[in-house]
């Protein structure tokens, strides 16, 4: 059974940081290319950052670049986002995805979610 788990969301003050996990398991992580999206209520899932299955490749939604860094590690099956210097405009829900087939930053290009975690950014 395939499960992708994030954690690390909570609580943070405007100007904070915040690192999200995402442990995947039933599913060869090496083998996947990764995602991150979030969805703040009332508004679409948006693309927030993807890494390819090496970790050579990276691409970031214009609104987090220079903020936010995606990373994984590939013998501990688990991606990262690191986000720094957060805005309340960053409050959502923020999923992690994965593609076994090609790299990609769309809704669609992802056919494994994980459940998501809640990012509270106060002002």
């Known amino acids: 059974q395939v499960q992708l788990v994030e954690s690390g969301g909570g609580l943070v003050q405007a100007g904070g940081s915040l690192r999200l996990s995402c442990l995947v398991s039933?599913?060869?992580?090496?083998?996947?290319?990764m995602g991150w999206f979030r969805q703040a209520p009332g508004k679409e899932r948006e693309f927030v950052a993807a890494i390819s299955q090496s970790g050579r490749t990276t691409d970031y939604a214009d609104f987090v670049k220079g903020r936010f860094t995606v990373s994984r590690d590939n013998r501990k099956n688990t991606m990262y986002l690191q986000m720094n210097t957060l805005k309340p405009e960053d409050t959502a829900v923020y999923y992690c995805?994965?593609?076994?087939?090609?790299?990609?930053?769309?809704?669609?290009?992802?056919?494994?979610w994980g459940q998501g975690t809640q990012v509270t950014v106060s002002s």
């Open positions: 039933g599913l060869s992580f090496s083998s996947s290319n």
């Open positions: 995805a994965a593609n076994l087939l090609y790299y990609g930053i769309r809704r669609i290009d992802y056919n494994y």
